[in-house]
């Protein structure tokens, strides 16, 4: 099976803008969830979408927004960027996003605030 | 709060040699799960052992073992004849049944592997 991927792999944006970013999920998981890794924050969990629906929302301000598609493909938007989003973000899936389920990480998007 | 301690920063170890990596972690769920994640310099996240809290005997895949302690809530690391491309940053993590889906990760341990 393919792995989880991720679109675009790096972006340059400047502050105001808005961007998009693309997850597809390993086929057949259907849980999809999304962090943000900065070297002063750490990984820290964004949400999760399972079955169109956002189910889990971590600590993060109304501009990081998300959806997920009937084929299970996910995209995050961040709108009114700031320099302090610039960092990696992460996508994992997970069959049903249960806890003893094993969640796939994808190789990131590295997205650059100027 | 839920919160995971990697109290190391950076490690080192020769190749062929043990390392451990330690971990706490503070919930008050009793159902959860702890994980050990690699991430190489690609910074892809890649699983390397897990952990069912509910399980006394301690997880092991080839090379890595944990040494689980539920009590002390710790959760640490033994990567054993070290290889060059073990070197990583190495994050703990644990999810519980409430939110299942949302791993909560410790600051990382970034381990280096010499000659």
């Known amino acids: 099976k393919a792995g989880v991927t991720q679109t675009p792999r790096y972006l340059i944006k400047t502050r105001g803008q808005q961007v998009t970013l693309s997850c597809s999920p390993i086929?057949?998981?259907?849980?999809v969830s999304w962090y943000q890794q900065t070297p002063g924050q750490g990984l820290q969990f964004l949400f999760e979408?399972?079955?169109?629906?956002?189910?889990n929302k971590g600590n993060f301000p109304g501009r990081f927004s998300g959806r997920q598609f009937s084929n299970s493909r996910s995209e995050m938007n961040v709108s009114t960027l700031e320099l302090g989003d610039s960092a990696l973000y992460l996508c994992?899936?997970?069959?049903?996003?249960?806890?003893?389920?094993?969640?796939?990480f994808g190789p990131g998007t590295r997205l650059l605030v100027l | 709060a839920q919160t995971v301690t990697q109290s190391q920063p950076e490690m080192s170890v020769q190749e062929a040699e043990t390392v451990t990596l330690s971990c706490t972690y503070d919930t008050s769920e009793s159902d959860y799960y702890l994980f050990w994640y690699k991430q190489p310099p690609s910074r892809q996240m890649i699983l390397v052992i897990r952990?069912?809290?509910?399980?006394?005997q301690n997880a092991t895949e080839n090379r890595f073992s944990v040494n689980f302690q539920k009590a002390a809530k710790s959760f640490s690391l033994k990567i054993s004849d070290s290889q060059l491309g073990d070197a990583a940053m190495y994050f703990c993590?644990?999810?519980?049944?409430?939110?299942?889906?949302?791993?909560?990760f410790g600051t990382g341990t970034r381990l280096q592997v010499t000659l």
């Open positions: 979408y399972f079955s169109e629906t956002q189910r």
């Open positions: 994992a899936s997970s069959q049903q996003g249960q806890v003893q389920e094993t969640q796939y």
């Open positions: 952990q069912e809290a509910y399980k006394q």
């Open positions: 993590a644990y999810r519980v049944t409430g939110t299942a889906s949302k791993l909560t």
């Open positions: 086929s057949g998981h259907r849980s």
